[in-house]
């Protein structure tokens, strides 16, 4: 048994278990991280956060001291990132005393990432590259999901965040059936992918729901705004330069903000993310032998 101490947080209703392992001895087993993240027998979350030295991680060869997010998907599986979640564990360092500042690099496995907790208490991240498709990724690929009743295929935009998603556009999000999950052709995205839908508004507002890998539809998916804002910029035929532009995404939890810009024409395009980031409740539970 394992008797663990968590805060419990939401980024857009995008919510999560948080607990520090300074030590780096509470590695939690896939079956664990589902107990902790079912909602009628555990805590309930869409994922698991714990606050780790970047040391105890074999794969980060950063800054050995940095706070490192290793971040759990409900079902036990290991993600690189998640934008909501990078959000939150910057609120837990910063109110549970780990960190000083206001500003700090986390460490994650699509590689370090800078945040700010701004003066509206709102938290900015710096989410990195955002690459559609360059050679490594396909122009696009089929997407079926249930719409108005039946399967309907679109054809998604692959986008990389430092994680996999795929990004379909319509006209009507809010017919989607995203109680099943999304399918694609076998051999696309072997990993399993974040499918978003998206409606546009205008060029500096859009809509989404998405179905996280892993977890199932969410209310709000930090990487999937990114993913989401680029794809509909490019879509858009939007100019990105050095000046941020920058794009409101609404989810079904509430509303961030994606800032996209790049240093010349032939520089990546790089994301900041803007959100809120809430720590709702303390708590301590025991984690029986589930072996």
Same mark, same amino acid.
């Not at 837990?92 to 994650?108: F, S």
């Given at each position: 048994?394992?008797?663990?101490?968590?805060?419990?947080?939401?980024?857009?209703?995008?919510? +999560? %278990?948080?607990?520090?392992?300074?030590?780096?001895?509470?590695?939690?087993?896939?079956?664990?991280?589902?107990?902790?993240?079912?909602?009628?027998?555990?805590?309930?979350?869409?994922?698991?956060?714990?606050?780790?030295?970047?040391?105890? @991680?074999?794969?980060?060869?950063?800054?050995?001291?940095?706070?490192?997010?290793?971040?759990?998907?409900?079902?036990?599986?290991?993600?690189?990132?998640?934008?909501?979640?990078?959000?939150? +564990?910057?609120?837990?360092?910063?109110?549970?005393?780990?960190?000083?500042?206001?500003?700090?690099? @986390?460490?994650t496995r699509a590689g370090a990432r800078h945040a700010a907790l701004l003066?509206?208490?709102?938290?900015?991240?710096?989410?990195?590259?955002?690459?559609?498709?360059?050679?490594?990724?396909?122009?696009?690929?089929?997407?079926?999901?249930?719409?108005?009743?039946?399967?309907?295929?679109?054809?998604?935009?692959?986008?990389?965040?430092?994680?996999?998603?795929?990004?379909? +556009?319509?006209?009507?999000?809010?017919?989607?059936?995203?109680?099943?999950?999304?399918?694609?052709?076998?051999?696309?995205? /072997?990993?399993? %992918?974040?499918?978003? +839908?998206?409606?546009?508004?205008?060029?500096?507002?859009?809509?989404?729901?998405?179905?996280?890998?892993?977890?199932?539809?969410?209310?709000?998916?930090?990487?999937?705004?990114?993913?989401?804002?680029?794809?509909?910029?490019?879509?858009?035929?939007?100019?990105?330069?050095?000046?941020?532009?920058?794009?409101?995404?609404?989810?079904?939890?509430?509303v961030v903000v994606v800032g996209l810009s790049r240093a010349t024409a032939?520089?990546?395009?790089?994301?900041?993310?803007?959100?809120?980031?809430?720590?709702?409740?303390?708590?301590?539970?025991? @984690? /029986?032998?589930?072996?």
């Amino acid at each position: 048994m394992r008797d663990i101490t968590f805060v419990k947080g939401h980024g857009t209703r995008n919510d +999560f %278990v948080v607990f520090t392992d300074q030590a780096g001895l509470l590695d939690l087993a896939p079956v664990e991280v589902r107990y902790l993240c079912d909602r009628r027998g555990g805590v309930g979350a869409d994922g698991l956060l714990r606050a780790v030295r970047g040391k105890h @991680i074999p794969e980060w060869d950063g800054d050995p001291d940095a706070w490192f997010m290793d971040y759990r998907n409900a079902d036990g599986s290991v993600a690189e990132m998640c934008g909501n979640g990078v959000r939150v +564990f910057v609120r837990y360092l910063a109110e549970c005393g780990l960190v000083n500042d206001r500003e700090m690099t @986390i460490g994650t496995r699509a590689g370090a990432r800078h945040a700010a907790l701004l003066p509206d208490e709102r938290v900015r991240v710096e989410m990195g590259p955002v690459r559609l498709h360059d050679g490594l990724l396909a122009p696009t690929v089929p997407i079926t999901a249930i719409d108005g009743g039946g399967p309907r295929t679109w054809e998604a935009q692959p986008v990389d965040v430092g994680n996999p998603h795929a990004v379909s +556009f319509t006209d009507d999000i809010g017919a989607l059936d995203l109680t099943r999950q999304p399918v694609w052709p076998t051999g696309e995205f /072997p990993l399993g %992918v974040n499918a978003e +839908f998206v409606r546009i508004h205008d060029e500096g507002h859009v809509a989404m729901r998405v179905y996280e890998r892993g977890v199932g539809e969410t209310e709000s998916c930090g990487t999937g705004t990114v993913a989401v804002a680029a794809a509909s910029a490019a879509r858009l035929g939007l100019r990105i330069g050095a000046e941020e532009r920058r794009i409101r995404v609404e989810v079904p939890g509430g509303v961030v903000v994606v800032g996209l810009s790049r240093a010349t024409a032939d520089a990546p395009v790089v994301a900041t993310l803007t959100g809120p980031a809430e720590l709702v409740y303390r708590g301590s539970i025991v @984690i /029986p032998d589930l072996g």
